[in-house]
Structures are given as structure tokens and as C-alpha cells.
């Protein structure tokens, strides 16, 4: 008979695990012996791309209230473009209250209308992260003195660079054992057009810095990293950096 | 490491369970976890006879089937782990299979902690069913619905978005 049979419940774990996140959730159905078995993996990618966002918020709470790992170790969502702000970040407490490791967050939406969202609070105070990559533009206002990121080893940003330069600043300084750090920054509205980058930890950096308009002549970045190793900046309108 | 007082075996004969042996050198039998394990408990004890690791939970065709794999892998050892080459090379190896071989073989990599074949074998089983029904899962698994309607449909109904 060519079929799969007698495998041990480790084996299925590992068989559960390597299945998307939905598909993992699903065989939940199969029988009895099946039903929980998912609730052990640790790492989650949701794409709600596509789903409307009732169904999407009801997925991920299900996901997240029947999983019993508590340490995830990946958590990887992009939530769907009729997301309202509110629900997502309660939703991101939610998961942020699992002591996730990595998380990344995508919203496909371009938020075109200013002010883009500030960077969500749960994120900012979640102090288990090891990994944070916010694919979408956030403005990086941060409330003073709540962020400590104790175990960030790598940080992935894509943020509205701010009006003071001494908030990127602050937020570097928050995360003591940083080692990469990769900056996806809007040019804008920042009226200081000068950067510190001070991480004696760091190893690795990119920059990545664009701007819309053709009004923005001259900035500085002072980098101040002793232990880097792999600098890469690029800045798409071609100044020459200093 | 095994300091350099100690001896330095070249191979191993491994022994299924229907009795056939299997010269195996070193350097690919260090593709499993358990045949590196008693490679180096034996190197420490000092002895320079050649050693027979029997292997009482996988058949002389399963044997056969890791081996090759072993031997593949032991060829990229110096690799990363992203050679292209490679990949292409244990998806066309898991390819061929059954059902009912890809069983025994992802058994027989669990047993003999070769965690990369395991791993390998597990995304490709789960690749396999991903897009199946829940009644073609069943089948492949050999799994016998154990619900009553009643539960199955409260399952249903609880997870309306798992099951479209």
C-alpha cells in the first residue's frame, strides 16, 4: 500500500511545521489524534493580503490563542490593505505577548496621506525580540524613555526619517547589543538633515535613503560604529556622501 | 575533536536489519549523528579495528537509499549549505519515491539523526499534500476520521476560514 503510516507524533510535528501557517492550522480536522498537534509550531507567517480583514483578524486569533509555545520564534505577518490601524495594533499586542523572538510586519498598503502611523507601542516595549522588520513606512515618533530592546541583535526599518535627528539617535541607543542594522529612510520632512549613528556593537549596515521632492540638497551622516564590518549606503539620488 | 593519541578509523561497516553489510567511509557515515557518535566513542576507547554498527530499524533498500544521500552530501560538506547543485540533486533523489518509501526513508533519518535528510524529507511530503483535501490527506496518511459529525462540524464551523 503506498501510503504514509505509523510515523511517530514528532515526525508529524516536523511535518506540520514545514506547511504554511493556514495549511498547518487546517489539519487540525484530520482526526483526533491530529487535532492539536499544530499547536507546537513556532514559527507563523500570515499573508492577509487577500482575505478581507474579519476573516484575517479571526485567523491570527485563533493562531495565536491555540499555539502553546511561548517562545515563538517567528512571526511573520503582512496584513491586509483594509486593516485599520486600531485592530492591528491590537492585534500585534496580542502576538507581541507570546515573547516572540522575530516578527515581522508588512502592511501593503502605502500610507500616502501624512503623517505615516508612529511605530506601533507594543513593538517598542516588546522586550524579547530578537529580530524586528517593519516593512512598511512608519513614522518614527517614539514616546520618550518606554523603548528597551535588550536582545536586539538585528533591525530591519523602513521609517519617515524625523524632524529631529535625535530620535533615530535615541532609538539606536535603546538596542545596547545591536549588530545589524539596515535603514530604509525618507528624506522629507526632516529638517535637520543630520544623523548620528553611534553603535559600538554594530557589524553590519545598510542604508538605503530616498527622498521625493528636489528641494533636499545636502545631509550629513556621522557614523560612529568601530566594529563594522560591511557598510553599504546607498542613496538613489546619487549625492555625494560625506 | 578525538585528541592525537587516539586512533583514526577510515570507515565503519554498518549491518541492516536483514543482515546485509555496508562499508562506509568515515566522512560520509559522519553525515549521521548516531553513526558519528559511535565513530568517536570507539576512537576515544583507542581501537583501530575496523567497527560494525548494527542498525536494527532500517532495511538493507532504506540503508541503501540514505547511504547515497550520505555520500552526496558528504561530497559538499565544505559547501554552504545554499549550493545550488545540491538542492537540485535532493529534490530529483526525493522525487523517485513512494509514499510508502519516503516513509520508511524519513524513519530511517530520524533514527539515524541525519537531521538534513529528515528535514528534507518532511518539507517534501509536506510540499506533496499542501494543496490536497482533507479526504486525500486522510487517504496518504492512512488516517481514520475519528470525529463524529458533530464534532467535525463544530471544528468546521469554529474555523470557518480554514475551511472554504
Avoid at chain 1, 78 to 104: C, G, Q, V
Avoid at chain 1, 182 to 198: A, H, P, T
Avoid at chain 1, 217 to 237: K, M, Q, R, V, W
Wanted: glycine letters at 2%; charged letters at 20%; hydrophobic letters at 40%.
Amino acid at each position: 500500500m503506498d501510503m504514509i503510516s505509523n510515523l511517530p507524533d514528532h515526525i508529524i510535528v516536523h511535518i506540520i511545521f514545514s506547511l504554511p501557517t493556514e495549511e498547518a492550522v487546517r489539519t487540525s480536522i484530520l482526526s483526533l489524534r491530529w487535532k492539536y498537534l499544530w499547536n507546537d509550531i513556532t514559527s507563523i507567517c500570515l499573508r492577509g493580503c487577500e482575505n478581507d480583514p474579519d476573516k484575517f483578524a479571526n485567523l491570527v486569533g485563533h493562531v495565536l490563542d491555540n499555539c502553546s509555545s511561548s517562545s515563538f520564534l517567528s512571526f511573520e505577518i503582512y496584513f491586509p490593505d483594509k486593516m485599520r490601524l486600531p485592530r492591528l495594533n491590537a492585534l500585534i499586542s496580542n502576538a507581541l505577548s507570546h515573547k516572540i523572538e522575530k516578527l515581522t510586519l508588512k502592511i501593503n498598503t502605502w500610507f500616502s496621506r501624512l503623517p505615516a502611523p508612529p511605530l506601533p507601542k507594543c513593538a517598542l516595549v516588546c522586550s524579547t525580540l530578537v529580530a524586528l522588520n517593519l516593512r512598511t513606512c512608519f513614522d518614527i515618533l517614539i514616546p520618550e524613555s518606554i523603548v528597551c530592546f535588550p536582545h536586539l541583535k538585528s533591525l530591519e526599518l523602513c521609517v519617515i526619517l524625523p524632524k529631529q535627528d535625535s530620535v533615530l539617535q535615541q532609538l539606536l541607543c535603546s538596542c545596547p547589543v545591536l549588530e545589524k542594522l539596515s535603514l530604509s529612510g525618507y528624506l522629507d520632512f526632516c529638517e535637520v538633515r543630520k544623523f548620528d549613528i553611534c553603535v559600538p556593537t554594530l557589524r553590519k549596515m545598510c542604508l538605503y535613503l530616498e527622498y521625493k521632492g528636489d528641494n533636499l540638497s545636502e545631509y550629513d551622516i556621522i557614523i560612529d560604529t568601530p566594529n563594522l564590518e560591511h557598510l553599504s549606503i546607498t542613496d538613489i539620488h546619487c549625492l555625494d556622501l560625506r | 575533536m578525538a585528541s592525537s593519541s587516539s586512533s583514526s578509523l577510515s570507515r565503519v561497516v554498518v549491518k541492516s536489519s536483514d543482515n546485509n553489510l555496508f562499508v562506509v567511509n568515515k566522512k560520509v557515515a559522519s553525515q549521521s549523528q548516531l553513526l558519528k557518535q559511535c565513530i568517536d566513542n570507539m576512537e576515544e576507547k583507542g581501537t583501530n579495528d575496523v567497527i560494525l554498527i548494527p542498525l536494527s530499524n532500517v532495511t538493507s533498500n532504506i540503508l541503501t537509499l540514505v547511504l547515497e544521500y550520505c555520500e552526496k552530501h558528504a561530497d559538499f560538506a565544505d559547501d554552504d549549505n545554499n549550493n545550488q547543485e545540491l538542492k537540485q540533486w535532493d529534490h530529483e533523489f526525493l522525487k523517485k519515491f513512494d509514499y510508502a518509501t519516503l516513509n520508511s526513508l524519513t524513519m530511517a533519518a530520524d533514527y539515524m539523526v541525519t537531521k538534513s535528510l529528515l528535514n528534507l524529507c518532511c518539507q517534501f511530503i509536506a510540499d506533496s499534500i499542501k494543496d490536497l483535501t482533507v479526504q486525500q490527506i486522510r487517504q496518504i496518511f492512512d488516517i481514520k476520521n475519528d470525529f463524529t459529525p458533530q464534532e467535525e462540524a463544530d471544528i468546521k464551523n469554529e474555523n470557518a476560514w480554514a475551511f472554504r
